[in-house]
């Protein structure tokens, strides 16, 4: 059994991911592989799920076990037996239906019933003394908001102040996408089986799953003979993409980055995605800014080469560069629309971020050379449609951005995603509530656009960059906490991370 807390990094969660309605069918197969019965799989389950609630609870007395109509309930009817069997007091909830259980779940209820349990109806006056409560209503079918009495239920629970144990998914959230379209529980402990889905990890996920733990029920080894879906990413990635440096490279072999931004009032964006490339390892970096920002810019940072942006200057500059970021602090008046419009005619890869995004999405173009790094208010004025569609299926709106606007697609938030343009996908298992602060974003730029240019793939730039973002995040935060982290805090940082011998 494995676990994770979303607020410090632990590489013990398995860093596949897979589609919650490709696990429903294929599960069957799974089990005929291994040759066993799903209902010794279910049998595995709720074992996997007593052991966790003893294990993290031991001096509870009286758990409350609810079970919804279906196999997740099943599940929870084979941990109340468990607890039962060992003398802890267990008193049984359950939705009931006129559709008749599915065979597993039916079996389930029945050994529970065997056992001399006995299952109360929804409506039935909740005990006061219990003190661990299981959640077995709702699985990862789910596909809209819980209805009655499920939702009462889920509302019930989260009032109740006491642990909760969710089986597979806290019930009420999505397991394909991390939305909550009606109640959900807030689980302390979720232990999901077989594999991770990706609800658990990004959309609104972190907000109730708690700590995360996954059991695969003895299919491991048949999971790994599957093509992999969706790949979760950690600091424990960053060696796949970061190799040693040869000791007698020199700055040439690290990439010319080129950084435009920074208009009239905006100098602090382009001066933040400018370090963060140099603390990612670029050989030499060229900012193009408005001239009010030069002196400043050379001041506080004197390794970097910094220009006004001028028609010459960004002929002369794009001529140069191996790699382009363009938008932190770009504006949309006739400054930056210019500089876009002349950065356009490149075929070098390039990053679009910030203000470029937003004038992507008043003339779309499909490049393949390019990495754009919106947030979810830039995806949908990119997609054309509302922030509550982008939220509601993450997934799909990454997907949707790699395919229309060409190359990798990066949808920032909380489970950041990486869609590259071979259907590739990832889920950056990082990063903490101190990042919604302004700034981060530009620093994720600068650390992207930095990778490039020492000649990573835009998709692995992209997934590295996310990781090295969140874990530096993650590492400060662990020790001064969320609120009034800043963007700039993280700098001193990077080079801990984008170095193999610093990766833990």
């Given at each position: 059994?494995?676990?994770?807390?979303?607020?410090?990094?632990?590489?013990?969660?398995?860093?596949?991911?897979?589609?919650?309605?490709?696990?429903?069918?294929?599960?069957?197969?799974?089990?005929?592989?291994?040759?066993?019965?799903?209902?010794?799989?279910?049998?595995?389950?709720?074992?996997?799920?007593?052991?966790?609630?003893?294990?993290?609870?031991?001096?509870?007395?009286?758990?409350?076990?609810?079970?919804?109509?279906?196999?997740?309930?099943?599940?929870?009817?084979?941990?109340?037996?468990?607890?039962?069997?060992?003398?802890?007091?267990v008193t049984v909830i359950a939705v009931q239906s006129a559709h008749p259980l599915p065979p597993e779940a039916a079996a389930a209820r029945q050994a529970w019933l065997e056992c001399g349990g006995e299952i109360q109806s929804a409506n039935s006056h909740w005990p006061e003394n219990i003190d661990?409560?299981?959640?077995?209503?709702?699985?990862?079918?789910?596909?809209?908001?819980?209805?009655?009495?499920y939702d009462g239920l889920i509302e019930t629970a989260n009032k109740?102040?006491?642990?909760?144990?969710?089986?597979?998914?806290?019930?009420?959230?999505?397991?394909?996408?991390?939305?909550t379209p009606g109640a959900v529980v807030r689980a302390t402990q979720t232990l999901t089986f077989i594999a991770l889905k990706p609800g658990l990890l990004t959309g609104q996920a972190r907000d109730w799953v708690g700590q995360l733990h996954c059991n695969t029920l003895g299919l491991a080894d048949w999971l790994v003979t599957q093509p992999?879906?969706?790949?979760?990413?950690?600091?424990?990635?960053?060696?796949?993409?970061?190799?040693?440096?040869?000791?007698?490279?020199?700055k040439g072999d690290h990439g010319r980055l080129l950084l435009v931004g920074g208009d009239h009032g905006l100098g602090g964006a382009i001066?933040?995605?400018?370090?963060?490339?140099?603390?990612?390892?670029?050989?030499?970096?060229?900012?193009?800014?408005?001239?009010?920002?030069?002196?400043?810019?050379?001041?506080?940072?004197?390794?970097?080469?910094?220009?006004?942006?001028?028609?010459d200057s960004l002929h002369q500059a794009i001529e140069w560069a191996d790699v382009i970021v363009v938008g932190p602090g770009l504006g949309q008046g006739d400054w930056g629309r210019n500089a876009l419009q002349r950065l356009q005619s490149s075929d070098k890869p390039a990053l679009w971020d910030a203000d470029a995004l937003n004038m992507l999405a008043l003339a779309p173009e499909k490049r393949q050379n390019r990495v754009i790094t919106p947030h979810p208010g830039e995806a949908a004025r990119l997609l054309g449609c509302s922030t509550?569609?982008?939220?509601?299926?993450?997934?799909?709106?990454v997907r949707k951005l790699a395919v229309q606007y060409g190359g990798v697609a990066v949808l920032k938030g909380a489970g950041t995603l990486i869609a590259g343009p071979q259907g590739e996908m990832a889920i950056a298992d990082v990063g903490n509530a101190g990042m919604a602060s302004g700034g981060m974003g530009d620093v994720l730029s600068g650390i992207i656009g930095g990778l490039l240019a020492q000649?990573?793939?835009?998709?692995?730039?992209?997934?590295?960059?996310?990781?090295v973002h969140g874990a530096v995040a993650d590492n400060i935060a662990a020790k001064q906490g969320t609120r009034g982290l800043l963007a700039t805090d993280l700098l001193p940082m990077i080079p801990h991370y984008v170095n193999p011998e610093w990766v833990k």
């Open positions: 059994m494995t676990s994770h807390n979303k607020e410090q990094y632990s590489s013990s969660l398995p860093h596949s991911v897979w589609s919650a309605d490709w696990i429903r069918q294929a599960e069957p197969l799974a089990a005929a592989a291994q040759g066993i019965s799903l209902y010794s799989l279910m049998q595995r389950a709720g074992a996997a799920a007593y052991t966790l609630a003893h294990e993290r609870y031991p001096h509870s007395n009286h758990w409350l076990v609810l079970c919804g109509h279906g196999n997740n309930g099943g599940d929870g009817y084979v941990v109340a037996r468990l607890a039962a069997a060992v003398g802890t007091q661990l409560i299981i959640d077995g209503l709702l699985g990862t079918g789910l596909a809209a908001a819980p209805r009655a009495p109740v102040g006491v642990p909760i144990i969710s089986l597979d998914i806290p019930s009420g959230l999505l397991a394909e996408s991390g939305a992999l879906q969706i790949q979760r990413i950690t600091a424990d990635n960053l060696g796949q993409w970061l190799k040693p440096r040869r000791p007698c490279s020199h001066r933040m995605a400018a370090e963060a490339a140099l603390r990612s390892g670029a050989g030499l970096v060229r900012v193009l800014t408005h001239h009010e920002h030069v002196a400043p810019l050379l001041t506080a940072r004197p390794e970097l080469m910094v220009q006004p942006l001028t028609d509550a569609d982008i939220e509601s299926d993450r997934l799909l709106a000649k990573l793939s835009l998709y692995d730039a992209a997934c590295a960059g996310c990781v």
